[in-house]
């Protein structure tokens, strides 16, 4: 007999820990969201994540947030969507307000400005870390290394190099990879 996997105890578990790993989000709470859902609460698998975070992707609005509804709606319904988003973003509000006030306050110090550029930094490199940590699934894709591999670049230099439209990345090498993996799995 297997167990069953971990998942929020409640309401109250799943709106601190969202809470909990949006204070811990500098520059970007992707990174930190992956190491506590999939790492440290084992809540879902490296694949499960990557496949919500796919999705998250493809909705309107920030993907974070579209990734706690979904998150919060896979274990408790709307009423873990709204749990969730509420926990990703009302104390971090509440924070960032507060801050907001204190840096208009001392924004024209020096020190400041480059305590920032500093910060500025981390989240790039948290961001990178990322990529490398997702792009291990890829392993496991349906579609050989040889395909994902230069959809992948392909995103990449589209976004970063040519200044693309996300909108149109997504829907050109997204519904490439999709028609080529349901062309792959089709019996």
Known sequence: MTDAPPRPRSLADLFIAFTLLALQGFGGVLPVVQREIV????????????????????????????LALVIGSRFFGL???????????LVPALVVLTLGSVYSHYADQPRVAGALR???????????????????????HPLPLAVTLPLAALGIIGLAVLRLPMLAALLVLGGAGCVLTWYRLKP
Not at 118 to 140: C, D, E, Q
Request: aromatic letters at 4%; proline letters at 3%.
């Open 39 to 66: 790492e440290r609460r084992r809540w879902m698998t490296q694949e499960e994540f990557i496949e919500e975070w796919a999705v998250a992707q493809t909705m309107p609005g920030p993907n974070v947030c579209n």
């Open 79 to 89: 009423r873990g969507a709204a749990v969730a988003l509420l926990g990703l973003l």
């Open 118 to 140: 500093g910060m500025a930094a981390v989240a790039a490199g948290m961001v990178v870390a990322m990529g490398i940590k997702l792009g291990a699934t890829l392993r496991k």
